[in-house]
């Protein structure tokens, strides 16, 4: 049985960061094709693969492993390029003092999903079988791709649908950091990488995506046995408890964006209130995984980690609205880049964890080892990070 139990733990370690090894591999590519081409046709390709991975999963689980884990790594491949496409649009569209808010509510999406898809997975395999949430949230990516398709453009200069005031409220607003005009873009198709990663404000964005991704995967992916373990709740019920934080972290992501730009509208630095957010989502998070650790019961438990994730969506209206900031013909490359990074520590996080926990014989010790990582993180943020545009064109300073 020992050998038995081994082999479980290696499966699921494979098979959960099966999806990190292809969303390792998109976001670089994905990101330089959005700066150029505009995020509505990379994202409707993205999201048509997706949909491709999640209903041929069902089909690959019986016919390989090998087939199983392919359609893992599509689906990885698919999802890298969204958050690129997501912050490149937002920049286009939103002027730096409504973006924070635009970013929280994209980001809603992202958490209100996970809720959803915890919530409802079980429910649809109790009347579909195993595989009905597969072909279902499959169908359902097809159909968001049409949609998606006719009701978007990639900049509100090509937009179908928006009026004349609207138009000129953004491209006024937005001046100073895009050109007005879309065809003088000034993104290379080849993006300046050396000169993007010579600069101390970029590396504080990847160390800051790289802790994001670390805390995400350990939370969405070892919560729910985490739960199991420690507090002995089976997994049906531990979706529930992994559930509701996602909702709280979708509520909070948009008043952190709220109160971010009404902090910048009120006077205060882009600079400082990026920070300020930064601070809240990395320090608070590393406080509440404390008090995680020490929870009697499944209820504290639950609300420490709510805690957690709620406290996190600060960082969106920190870190994931800078990438634009600092870099608006580059945000997608460079959100790329972040993501590559974040991946990796992703990755590590999530396949380290498991050995962490047969090594020491508890999940406590890594959850403290993430406070400590999410406090220095913080640090390195604050000290080096700018709400300023960087210059990554020229070859000076």
């Not at 990663?197 to 670390?214: G, Q, R």
């Not at 959850?367 to 960087?390: D, H, N, P, Q």
Request: net charge positive.
């Amino acid at each position: 049985m020992v050998g038995a139990d081994r082999s479980l733990v290696l499966f699921r370690e494979l098979w959960q960061s099966a999806f990190l090894w292809g969303y390792l591999v998109s976001p670089i590519a994905g990101g330089t094709l959005v700066d150029y081409y505009g995020g509505k046709a990379v994202m409707a390709v993205g999201v048509a693969l997706w949909s491709l991975a999640t209903f041929l999963t069902p089909w690959a689980a019986e016919t390989s492993l090998w087939a199983l884990l392919a359609m893992r790594v599509m689906l990885g491949i698919a999802e890298g390029v969204a958050l690129p496409c997501m912050n490149n649009m937002i920049a286009r569209w939103f002027p730096q003092t409504e973006r924070a808010r635009a970013v929280g509510i994209a980001m809603a999406g992202f958490q209100l999903g996970s809720a959803i898809g915890l919530t409802l997975s079980p429910i649809l395999m109790s009347q579909g079988g195993i595989f009905g949430p597969f072909i279902i949230f499959g169908l359902f990516g097809f159909l968001w791709v049409l949609v998606w398709l006719s009701a978007t453009s990639s900049t509100p200069d090509r937009s179908q649908q928006i009026s004349k005031y609207e138009l000129d409220y953004i491209l006024n607003n937005r001046r100073s950091s895009f050109p007005v005009d879309n065809k003088s873009r000034t993104a290379k198709m080849i993006p300046p990488f050396r000169r993007l990663l010579s600069k101390m404000p970029t590396w504080s964005l990847i160390v800051a995506n790289a802790m994001h991704s670390w805390g995400f995967f350990i939370i969405l992916s070892w919560m729910p046995i985490y739960f199991n373990s420690v507090y002995n709740i089976d997994l049906r019920q531990a979706s529930w408890f992994s559930a509701a934080p996602w909702i709280v972290m979708a509520v909070m992501g948009y008043f952190a964006g709220l109160w971010s730009d009404m902090l910048i509208r009120g006077g205060t630095t882009v600079s400082l209130t990026r920070k300020i957010m930064q601070s809240i989502g990395f320090v608070g998070p590393g406080i509440a995984l404390v008090g995680l650790t020490a929870a009697k019961s499944p209820w504290i438990g639950s609300a420490w980690l709510t805690i957690a994730v709620g406290l996190k969506s600060f960082s969106h209206s920190g870190f994931l609205v800078n990438l634009q900031e600092i870099a608006p013909h580059y945000s997608g490359v460079l959100h790329g880049i972040s993501n590559t990074a974040g991946t990796f520590a992703a990755i590590l996080g999530t396949v380290g964890a498991g050995y962490f926990v047969e090594l020491m014989g508890s999940f406590r010790g890594f959850l403290l080892l993430t406070s400590l990582l999410y406090f220095l993180s913080a640090l390195f943020y604050i000290v080096f990070s700018t709400g300023e545009r960087v210059n990554f064109d020229e070859t000076g300073p």
